[in-house]
């Protein structure tokens, strides 16, 4: 069984750091691609930045380009992104998502609160 882990969320004030991990276990392939969205309260879940395989990034949102910084370890399936200068706004569960051909794994989302 494929199952995706973040890790790296929490409570933090305006201007802060944090880092994000999200682990795949169970899949012997490399995704082609890895995602993060984000999911705020009362609102849909909405692409953040993508990865890929070959180390392409995108980043889906404006709001976080300059701030967001996306990466991964192909050889794990690891992608990880990293979150400066975090606002209020960006408060949302964060989930991470491997692509392979038609098959696609989510992880179970990681809280990241910012407030003063």
């Known amino acids: 069984q494929v199952t995706l882990v973040e890790s790296g969320g929490g409570l933090v004030q305006p201007g802060e750091s944090l880092r994000l991990s999200c682990a795949a276990y169970?899949?012997?392939?490399?995704?082609?691609?890895m995602e993060w969205f984000r999911q705020a309260p009362g609102k849909q879940r909405n692409e953040v930045a993508r990865v890929t395989d070959e180390g392409s990034t995108y980043y889906a949102d404006d709001s976080v380009k300059g701030r967001f910084t996306i990466s991964r370890d192909g050889a794990k399936n690891t992608v990880y992104l990293q979150m400066d200068s975090l606002k209020p706004e960006d408060t949302a569960v964060y989930y991470c998502?491997?692509?392979?051909?038609?098959?696609?794994?989510w992880g179970q989302g990681t809280q990241v609160t910012v407030r003063p």
């Open positions: 169970g899949f012997s392939h490399s995704f082609h691609t």
């Open positions: 998502k491997g692509a392979w051909g038609p098959y696609i794994y």
